[in-house]
């Protein structure tokens, strides 16, 4: 079937399905898949250290013909990674958590488009007046940080109403063509998914990690704000694991009393060391306690019962909408 909506068209899209960002997830190889697909992907940069970050945005634009997105999340200074962005040439970039008026203003210098990710009506409502192009609209049941106020079935109808014409994009809850059907009627023009795409084959978390994604069941899931080393004070929804068991059989300790806190679980790539409740979840080549990371995971999890390559995902995903359509279609 083919979609025409406000995200294809600005960013000639097949599908309006665009694959979030997912910390070391996003490889090139899964970039390159997305956008093979007809889909578009965003690359988080926050864990890339500054003097490489260029290097492997030019690596990602080779994959991807330049067809992927950079993600940055502004809860420390991100001028010097936006401008390796820019550098390479990677001219559409996610923006959200703190301010993001001088990061708006120098990508719309470069020509750039802004998508940004936010969870409240009154923040749509002022996206149009900071030059933001795209509204991603982030439902309270979203894996990894949350900013929704509200689950997407009833927070994205009321943004689309605040928006003022600034198109709205869906995360939050979506895993197939029926969420994507759905998103399109309460007035989204696409749908950004993380969860559905962690537990891709081509994606770079760790193996481990993808299966607990595929077993756990919405039960398993917790928001917490519990994996804060590098960054406090911000609510996640992640799948229970063993750092988390710890902590609350020792009756939930506040920092610096928590169970095995300053434990070294791995090293990450630089060789820095990996400490238990830091931000980090487990990537595909990391070595030592994978399972006691962030398992990062939304209410998707319902919906995703095995590991799928980035094409079935797609693939399925323009199945079910199809489906879902003409079974409407047939009722009348
Ligand atoms: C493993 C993981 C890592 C994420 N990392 C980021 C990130 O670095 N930047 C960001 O803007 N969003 C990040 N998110 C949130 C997604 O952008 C998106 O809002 C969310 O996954 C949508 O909900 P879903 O998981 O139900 O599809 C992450 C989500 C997951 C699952």
């Known amino acids: ?27 090139a190889e899964f970039l390159e898949a997305v956008a093979d697909c007809g889909g578009f992907g965003f690359t988080a940069l926050m864990h890339m250290p500054e003097e ?6 030019a690596k990602m634009s080779r994959a991807t013909k330049g067809r992927f997105g950079a993600n940055l999340t502004l809860v420390v200074d991100q001028r010097k990674r936006l401008g390796a962005a820019l550098d390479v040439g990677v001219r559409v970039f ?7 008026d001088p990061y708006v203003r120098i990508i719309k210098g470069a020509g750039g488009l802004v998508f940004w990710t936010v969870g409240s009506p009154e923040d749509a409502a002022r996206a149009k007046d900071i030059g933001v192009d795209f509204i991603v ?3 309270r049941e979203a894996g990894g940080h949350l900013v929704g106020s509200a689950p997407t079935m009833s927070l ?3 943004m689309v109403d605040a928006a003022r014409g600034v198109p709205v994009v869906a995360a939050g809850g979506i895993a197939d063509g029926r969420g994507l059907v759905a998103a399109l009627a309460l007035g989204a023009c696409g749908v950004w998914m993380g969860t559905r795409f962690v537990a891709s084959k081509e994606s770079a978390n760790h193996r481990g990690y993808k299966e607990r994604v595929v077993a756990a069941r919405g039960t398993d899931l917790v928001e917490t704000t519990l994996f804060d080393a590098g960054w406090h004070d911000s609510p996640h929804q992640v799948v229970r694991n063993s ?13 610096g ?4 806190e300053g434990d070294r679980i791995s090293s990450l790539p630089n060789g820095k060391p990996l400490h238990r409740y830091d931000i980090a979840a487990a990537w595909d080549t990391m070595e030592g306690d994978w ?3 962030p398992l990062y995971a939304g209410a998707t999890v319902e919906l995703i019962h095995d590991v799928k390559s980035v094409a079935e995902i797609v693939g399925g995903i323009e199945a079910t909408a199809q489906a879902a359509i003409e079974a409407v279609t047939d009722l009348r």
Do not use: H
């Open 243 to 255: 750092t988390y068991f710890r902590w609350e059989e020792a009756g939930r300790p506040p920092n």
């Open 1 to 27: 079937m083919s979609f025409k909506t406000a995200l294809t068209k600005v960013l000639d899209l097949r599908v309006p399905v665009v694959a979030a960002p997912l910390g070391r997830g996003t490889s």
């Open 137 to 139: 609209c982030q439902g």
């Open 257 to 260: 009393q928590r169970p095995g």
């Open 156 to 158: 994205l109808p009321s």
């Open 52 to 57: 490489t970050v260029g290097d492997e945005l």
């Open 94 to 100: 996610s923006l959200w958590q703190g301010d993001i």
């Open 291 to 293: 399972e006691a990371t």
